[in-house]
Nanobody
Framework: QVQLVESGGGLVQPGGSLRLSCAAS????????MGWYRQAPGKQRELVAH???????NYADSVKGRFTIARDNAKNTVYLQMNSLKPEDTAVYYC??????????????WGQGTQVTVSS
């Protein structure tokens, strides 16, 4: 059994910062790519940031220069540092990871989501 648990969401004023964390636990052999997605009300889920096992990163154009994704392989954790937040960043943020379990079965896992609200 593998699970992803996110933390760090909340309410922040425009221009503020938040740091999201997502820890993977369970019967993990290795973790390939990890990423953050978000879904605003009435909109489709979209990729925010992605990081490979080799730590190659890519970002949505809307967050480039403001958000930074990083990972700690020793802790099976991925982070999303969000700076200069805007009201349009308001959404539920989901962690995603491609994980090879100890059974050597590869799976695509999602966290439960954490709410980020940017408002004055």
């Amino acid at each position: 059994q593998v699970q992803l648990v996110e933390s760090g969401g909340g309410l922040v004023q425009p221009g503020g910062s938040l740091r999201l964390s997502c820890a993977a636990s369970g019967s993990i052999f290795s973790i390939d790519a990890m990423g953050w997605y978000r879904q605003a009300p009435g909109k489709q889920r979209e990729l925010v940031a992605h990081i490979t096992g080799a730590r190659s990163t890519n970002y949505a154009d809307s967050v480039k220069g403001r958000f930074t994704i990083a990972r700690d392989n020793a802790k099976n954790t991925v982070y999303l540092q969000m700076n200069s937040l805007k009201p349009e960043d308001t959404a539920v943020y989901y962690c995603n990871a491609l994980i090879i379990a100890t059974t050597l079965r590869r799976g695509d896992y999602w966290g439960q989501g954490t709410q980020v609200t940017v408002s004055s």
